[in-house]
């Protein structure tokens, strides 16, 4: 089992930058990719970005691409979520979720493909 604990979360103004963080945990040789979702009260949780564990794939949902990116650092068995350019509409509770599933180039996991997750951190972006 794979335990994953996000930071890094809180207010930002519109344009600000955060730096969201997982750190792993546990039996983290079993999972092979990596991915952030996010999710707002009475939306569906939405993928945000993603990376193989070895770090030279990756893929964003259009809505955050050019603002956010996704990076590990191996020492620390961490992943971060670096998120540039905030906007309003990037108000949500992240997670960090961990899959089994080899992330493919110019592939998309969705939520049902990661089976270990975080409890998530809240991220408020004010106008």
């Known amino acids: 089992q794979v335990q994953l604990v996000e930071s890094g979360g809180g207010l930002v103004q519109a344009g600000g930058s955060l730096r969201l963080s997982c750190a792993a945990s546990g039996r983290t040789l079993d999972f092979n990719s990596l991915g952030w979702f996010r999710q707002s009260p009475g939306k569906e949780r939405e993928f945000v970005a993603a990376m193989n564990w070895r770090g030279d794939i990756t893929s964003y949902a259009d809505s955050v691409k050019g603002r956010f990116k996704i990076s590990r650092n191996s020492a620390k068995d961490t992943v971060c979520l670096q998120k540039n350019d905030n906007k309003p509409e990037d108000t949500s509770l992240y997670y960090c979720?961990?899959?089994?599933?080899?992330?493919?180039?110019?592939?998309?996991?969705?939520?049902?493909?990661?089976?270990?997750w975080g409890q998530g951190t809240q991220v408020t972006v004010s106008s």
């Open positions: 979720a961990t899959s089994e599933i080899v992330l493919r180039r110019g592939a998309i996991l969705g939520s049902r493909d990661y089976n270990s």
